[in-house]
């Protein structure tokens, strides 16, 4: 939960995409990552990475929306061969 929410879940929302509106998020290779944090339904720790989606065949370009997708650290750790919950992990995507 967030302290200082207060119940308008459009309004905050609002805040947040103005930032991408207003040219603060139009870099292209702009992606960001949550911290690891256990998925209600699976109860699997897991992580949610999201990007800015601009229509750019117009100038200036047109913020779209946001597009997300939600990943289970099992499948990282599969992948890379390391402890989901292990800082040498983490720092993989810091960098």
Do not use: C
Request: hydrophobic share 45%; glycine share 8%; proline share 5%.
């Amino acid at each position: 939960p967030v302290d200082d929410f207060d119940g308008d879940l459009v309004g905050a929302m609002a805040s947040y995409y103005k930032l991408f509106a207003l040219g603060l998020g139009d870099d292209t290779e702009f992606t960001a990552w949550v911290e690891p944090y256990e998925f209600f339904w699976t109860k699997k720790m897991g992580t949610t990475n999201s990007a800015p989606v601009f229509d750019r065949s117009v100038d200036p370009p047109l913020f779209l929306g946001v597009v997300a997708n939600d990943v289970h650290m099992d499948a990282f750790e599969q992948v890379l061969g390391e402890n989901a919950q292990s800082s040498t992990m983490l720092q993989r995507f810091i960098r």
